[in-house]
């Protein structure tokens, strides 16, 4: 059955509360990617601290994030089922509450020294905790955003999400950069590692507290209402937008390759090649950090102006261009040149992340929008990031070729490609005109 056009729907808001409830579901996304993501920066170190060191300790270190991340799918169809079923303030109360107690149970867990193997299998069902929660909090995130924003800057504050979680990664990134810096090994291994998981944990506890206070979603109220709340979201979205889903799954491998090989896989990438030391790499890190959080609204803002479709073929172009060679100059550079081509290829993922948000949520209306978040965003996620930091790891040592997480980069833009040029265009302007247009029976 052909897709239903995306239904950019909900009501006004009142200015005050709503944008309070804005501002801390986009706030939410700092905590989110703060938690998930240290795991990675921190790769090096939890390899020693729960899987004993040694040569196949990161692999293993990077492995547990692979797996972890099968659970990142299923959190999304188990939450994007309760916010289209009970509403979006429910389900980020709910995942909120299950991330912070898996943050506060792994700053706590016992170590390799302690547990032996069985440290290692914890961190494991902790990380797959996290993931299932994690696996519904962005996604719901950018549709309280674009649900609650103004249709002509729904781009620029849906893009908010993805510049959040960025600021959380930032925080990752310094935090763990500061700890590495400032202590021993002996001292980061037998109890520093434990200071940015208790932070996170804290900040979760935070932000689950003001979300108490969130309004519920106007495109939620709005179907209430109405009286449209879907029974079966998934089986809904499933039936009658596949295509959608299809788009949506196309856009999300793009952002999804982007950032997880091209910004949190770099410190162990240049740890791999022996670029750069350990907290040189978390440093840099943070440099392209603080760059993503900047060209994000940039991003954004652009999409609305001329919209989502030209701009994302712009950045798959550019995917498929240039991350062969930043990873070549990763490999072989200065530590200035370095720290351009991580620039770079954050700043490239960043552009995708922002653009992503809006064009993704846009694909489906608001009745089971969750749900077919959970179905395209969540799977191209799974596929092309969970994994994706072990493949390109693998693929360096295997084959010798250092810029080979930039041919991974590059593939995948080439096949998605095709998708983005065929796109519809769907911010608000564009939208509205082409239903004008309908409805006046113009074909």
Request: glycine share 10%; net charge positive; charged share 10%.
């Amino acid at each position: 059955m052909r897709d239903a056009e995306p239904m950019i729907s909900g009501v006004p808001a009142a200015p005050a509360g709503r944008s309070r409830s804005m501002l801390i579901a986009g706030l939410s996304t700092v905590v989110e990617w703060y938690d998930f993501t240290l795991y990675l920066y921190l790769a090096t170190v939890v390899s020693r601290v729960f899987f004993g060191g040694g040569e196949h300790a990161l692999l293993a270190t990077l492995a547990g994030f692979a797996v972890s991340y099968l659970m990142h799918p299923l959190g999304a169809l188990c939450f994007g089922h309760l916010g289209d079923r009970f509403g979006r303030r429910v389900m980020m109360l709910a995942s909120m509450l299950l991330m912070t107690v898996a943050m506060l149970a792994t700053a706590l867990l016992p170590t390799f020294a302690t547990l032996g193997t069985t440290a290692g299998v914890l961190l494991l069902l902790l990380r797959c905790l996290m993931a299932f929660s994690v696996g519904g909090e962005y996604t719901g995130v950018v549709a309280y955003l674009l649900e609650s924003a103004p249709p002509r800057r729904r781009g620029l504050i849906t893009s908010l999400a993805s510049a959040a979680s960025e600021v959380g990664a930032l925080l990752a990134v310094g935090l763990s950069a500061l700890t590495v810096a400032l202590l021993s090994t002996a001292q980061l291994d037998a109890w520093g590692w434990r200071i940015p998981f208790f932070v996170g944990a804290a900040l979760a506890g935070a932000i689950l507290l003001a979300r108490s206070r969130m309004q519920e979603s106007p495109e939620f109220e709005r179907q209430q209402a109405a009286g449209t709340v879907p029974v079966s979201p998934i089986r809904d979205t499933w039936r009658h937008h596949r295509s959608a889903v299809a788009r949506t799954f196309a856009i999300s491998a793009l952002g999804s390759i982007t950032y997880y090989v091209g910004i949190t896989y770099v410190p162990a990438f240049l740890g791999s090649v022996g670029k750069v030391g350990e907290s040189t790499a978390l440093w840099l890190s943070t440099v392209a950090a603080v760059a993503v959080i900047g060209v994000t609204p940039l991003a954004g803002a652009l999409s609305d102006r001329i919209g989502r479709r030209p701009v994302l073929i712009a950045l798959a172009l550019l995917s498929a261009l240039l991350p062969l060679g930043m990873f070549a100059v990763m490999a072989a550079g200065s530590t200035v040149q370095i720290a351009v081509a991580a620039v770079v290829l954050a700043c490239l993922a960043g552009g995708v992340s922002a653009v992503a948000a809006p064009a993704t949520a846009e694909q489906f209306p608001g009745e089971g929008r969750l749900s077919g978040l959970a179905l395209g965003v969540t799977m191209a996620t799974a596929f092309f990031g969970g994994a994706t930091p072990l493949v390109a790891e693998l693929l360096v040592r295997h084959s010798g070729w250092s810029a080979a997480p930039g041919a991974m980069i590059a593939l995948v833009a080439v096949l998605v490609l095709p998708v983005m040029w065929t796109l519809r265009e769907t911010r608000p302007q564009n939208f509205q005109r082409r239903l004008a247009e309908t409805k006046r029976g113009s074909p």
